[in-house]
């Protein structure tokens, strides 16, 4: 299975920034593309970043969308628009937003389903926090946002999953690779039992060059979600290139 290395910008970025990004990208991919790469900007850069991604290969996503298509929802930006901006991945159920906009499973699940009617993969983001994991609930509180987050049209062709052990986000920790191995072997026998093989399962926490080729060598590691290192071209696109196959 290829490999989808995912770069979210999450609230960083100016124009004149983006484009020097994009630029930066699209030389970078004029010798080819290791792996799946996608980037995920803020939504007022997709516009001026889409374009001369995509030209590149790149495949640009959205970090949010909402689960209806239109309305009176100031503010919110509906999976349509993102798709009419050239997006082919929105992320769904991000911890930030899960956590800091308290938004639940249902939201993450009503989103996915807004994403796949308008043509895009779903990338349903679920993971435990700190809390959760010493309490020994790490197991089930994935299986639970994955069991609940999941619409009923899902598809390996229009769903991805990503595991963010929050308590590793933003904090320089990094899930050794037991907790990795244990945890990718849960989420792919539940998607096996649910929507049957090939949905991939990437992992989302404090990826960076140094810790990225081990990650992708775990067994059930499909790709990684990269976060404050993708702000840096030269740095995500090594990691990227970790994503090349053997």
């Not at 080819?32 to 900007?41: F, H, N, T, W």
């Not at 983001?125 to 946002?145: M, P, S, Y």
């Amino acid at each position: 299975m290829r490999s989808l290395i995912a770069g979210n910008w999450k609230m960083h970025g100016t124009l004149a920034w983006a484009r020097d990004q994009a630029r930066r990208l699209a030389e970078k991919a004029a010798s080819g593309l290791p792996c799946d790469v996608l980037i995920c900007p803020p939504a007022t850069l997709l516009g001026t970043v889409a374009e001369p991604l995509r030209n590149a290969g790149i495949l640009v996503g959205a970090q949010d969308c909402h689960h209806a298509t239109h309305g009176a929802f100031t503010g919110d930006i509906a999976a349509t628009m993102l798709a009419d901006l050239g997006c082919s991945h929105v992320l769904v159920g991000h911890s930030e937003r899960r956590t800091i906009h308290r938004e639940s499973s249902h939201d993450a699940m009503r989103k996915a389903v807004a994403a796949h009617q308008a043509g895009l993969i779903a990338i349903v983001c679920i993971g435990e926090n700190r809390d959760e994991r010493r309490a020994g609930k790490a197991f089930e509180t994935a299986a639970g946002q994955l069991a609940r987050s999941l619409p009923a049209d899902a598809t390996a062709a229009n769903t991805v999953i990503a595991w963010e052990p929050v308590w590793a986000i933003g904090t320089g920790d990094t899930a050794n690779a037991a907790d990795v191995v244990a945890m990718h072997r849960l989420v792919k026998q539940q998607l096996s039992a649910l929507l049957g093989d090939g949905v991939r399962v990437l992992y989302g926490g404090s990826v960076n060059p140094s810790n990225s080729r081990e990650l992708l060598a775990i067994e059930h590691v499909d790709g990684l979600l990269v976060g404050g290192a993708s702000l840096d071209p030269d740095i995500f696109w090594q990691i990227a290139t970790d994503g090349a196959p053997d």
